[in-house]
């Protein structure tokens, strides 16, 4: 005999209930974790390795890097001598929570206040995989175009922060700020916008008090 | 601290989005047919949002290229596209739009600012199984 079952289970649910098991961990252990994502080359890197840098006092931090291929980013973010681990996806356009389970078995989890997770560069995707963070940041580079917001409405309306990179470059780009802004909080009341440059350290303050505060809300 | 704290992880059974869904679809379909009795998988139905980034093709092709040889050999994936349907952030009217990139509310013309009501779903709605 043959028979029709309604089922109605969302296909993603595997991975949500490894992210709730990454962040019971992270609860545990206080620790403020983080999922920065953004299209390839929007200086999620960069700008890790200024706030490493410049945090190094502060917050005991440590990154697990998701790429394509390479090991190239988890040795940038090293060099400023936080824990690393990279993640190489091998095609894979995103991070999932197995994914980061298996890598922060590489760090040591007891020497951790904040942990970046640098997904794969891919507006798309990411946004579908929560990988145990308490707030996903999506960076958006001023060389890109201010209509992104507007073409990936997801990304945007799950952020809680967008920080525009690359502000050292806006005298020679077409990008209007307010533009790219007023997007991302239509589609997000609730968005923080936060301009910054890696390369000069502009206005990198601003996100590092939003990262006080976040990690306060923790302890 | 390690002195060479960089590790590198292969995973390479990964090789788009589409193949890391079926494989989550697999997981769930073995405990449903645990549950439900079932002895052969005749077919699945997947409801799949227009916004929740996957391609239909894509996901057949991962499909095709999964099942073969394995407990689910032989049945069919059927999927179901839902369109997106939204509330206007400004009045509240419910509408369809066109398609995802441009949402003028068709009552009081706002683009932005709607929220999703419909079209971020990727689940799997019903099975249909030979139970003896
Ligand atoms: N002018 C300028 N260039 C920047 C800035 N931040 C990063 N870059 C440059 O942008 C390029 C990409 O930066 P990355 O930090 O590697 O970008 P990413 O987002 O980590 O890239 P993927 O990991 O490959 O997706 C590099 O050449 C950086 O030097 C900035 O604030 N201003
Ligand atoms: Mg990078
Ligand atoms: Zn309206």
Redesign the pocket.
Known sequence: MSKEVTIIRNVLEANDRLADELRATFKAKKILCLNLM??????????LERTLTDLRDEFRMAVVEG?LQTDN?ARRVAATGAQAVQINTEGGCHLDSGMVLDAIKALDMDEVDILFV?N??NLVCPAEFEVGEDYKVT?L?VAEGDDKPEKYPLMFHISSVMLL?????LPYVDFDLEKAAGHARKLNKDIEVIT?????GENMNAWYDWLRARRAEKL | MPSCPHRVYGVSDLSMHEMSIVQSILGILREEMIKHDGHRLKKVVIKNGALAGVVTESLIFAWDALTPGGEFDGSKLEVVEVPIRVACGECGEEFSPDHSRCMPCPKCEALLGHTVLQGKEMLIDSIEIDDE
């Open positions: 953004s299209s390839p080359g929007a200086g999620k890197t960069s700008v790429d980013d640098e794969v560069g960076l580079s990179n690359k502000v050292d470059l910054v440059s890696a390369r000069t």
